[in-house]
């Protein structure tokens, strides 16, 4: 085998590697919080974009905020709304998976699968 191709190989290799151990070590910094946002987004039926004011209308309407969407940068607002709520919700269906769409929305509102009780799955004090 040629030499160049040899040390390209071993190059690129190397750079998997670098990749590699720079994700593991943003995971071990993260403390568990993409597991979480993964698990709230897991139980969700649906998954809504949302602007400012609509998210200040789910709030006062009684939504429940979690607070892991603080932990990741750019902080994100996300809510759990009933299906009374859901019905009301004014924004853009997104994927309910870490995808870039999805994270590239400031607000997230999520409808848990009915009989999913969003507090069982999310405990207030863990997030």
């Not at 609509?54 to 603080?70: C, D, K, N, T």
């Amino acid at each position: 085998m040629d030499e160049s191709k040899l040390h390209e190989r071993a190059r690129a290799y190397r750079e998997r590697v670098a990749v590699r151990a720079w994700q593991q070590r943003q995971k071990r910094h993260a403390h568990g919080v993409w597991d979480r946002l993964r698990r709230a987004l897991a139980y969700s039926e649906r998954v809504y974009g949302v602007s400012d004011e609509e998210l200040s209308r789910l709030l006062i309407a009684g939504a429940e905020p979690l607070a892991v969407g603080g932990a990741i940068h750019p902080p994100k607002q996300i809510l759990f709304v009933d299906e009374r709520l859901a019905s009301t919700v004014v924004g853009t269906l997104l994927p309910a998976s870490l995808s870039a769409q999805t994270l590239e929305a400031s607000n997230w509102v999520l409808v848990p699968f009915a009989g999913i009780e969003p507090l069982a799955i999310c405990p207030a004090d863990r997030w």
